[in-house]
């Protein structure tokens, strides 16, 4: 099939997501063109059946902002005619899924006896925050009704859509997935010794420091667990709370035992050096990082919010408390820490869990069959 693949470039969920389903798309005998403004930061080096377009948008004195939107819809009806796709799979509702309806209509009614069926991801915060906000939930809906097929990342986000969109049209839930082959635990013992040098338990949390995130709360988790046992903490990632993290860690005494490594490309060794992922998000349709720990074989201790119970499982291969319980996050994870069996058994579950259900040789294969179904209806 020729299959469009338009994401986000930056480092977030719905772009490794996209980026990491072309490669795979491709090896698999697909061609896949990935449309961004930017190379997405998985893309990697070149893949037989993978191009890259790039989206320009130039500026002019008259707009006061630059108009993505239509360079991206341009883009789009380019490439289909060119690469004669089968199907363009927006992923991130806000804009792509009005780039990809418009340039359907923009194929359809120049008579193109060739116009690709336009497939819609939903991945979360394009629903829970965008999508509600009245500014764009109208437009919003209009895509997801208008789009030839819709899929969320889990039955959490699926839900939210069609409570708060009014959205009657079919969703279809695939989740979200891992390389089962490169995301396992690889331990370097050099990391460890850089990061734990007294043999210190380590906690870890990987995120782009939204709001959403809550990353002073992960902070606040590791302040209580400090108090209790010997441990340190991996802050990943950048974003508008880092700073504010940073403070508060400081502030709470315990700026020493907290690394901030800002936006890392290769998250298998941090994750191979550590012991818990914490989670502590107010809203999360999924939990792509959670998984990708949880294939390294780190137990996570999560907010029981959105999607994260349908991958966590309280007691199992993780612990789930309310976004707002610190103290109970905090309990779980020394529990974690100081029971040696306790730990294993989660350890052993979490890679279990993403074995069995969340591997990318499952997972694809469920789009490769929306992608036909659609094609052929
Ligand atoms: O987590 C983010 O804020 C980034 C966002 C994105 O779209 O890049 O992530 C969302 O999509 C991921 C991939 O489907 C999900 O695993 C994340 O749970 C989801 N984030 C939220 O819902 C907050």
Redesign the pocket.
Known sequence: MNIGIVC?ASV??????ATELGKVLASRGHHVHILSSEMPVRLGVFQPGLAFHRVETPSYPVFREPQYLLSLANKIVEVSREEKLDVVHAH?AVPHATAAYLARQILASAGQARVPRVITTL????I?LLGTDRSYSETVAFCIQQSDGVTA?SESLKRDTIRELGVTREIRVIP?FVDCATHKRHPVPELQERFAPRGEKLLIHV??F?P??RTKSVVEVFARVRRQTPARLLMVGDGPDFHDAMCLARSLGVGDDVEFLGEQDQVVPLLSAADVFLVP?V??????AALEAMACEVPVVASAI??LPELVEDGVNGFLHDPDDLDGMAGSTIRLLTDATLHRRAAEAARRTAEDRYCDSKIVPMYEAYYAEMVNR
């Open positions: 986000y977030g969920g719905s772009g490794i997501i991130y991945h979360g915060t394009d829970t990342v979200n995120s782009n939204r959403v995130k998000s809203k999360e349709s999924f939990g792509l959105g999607g």
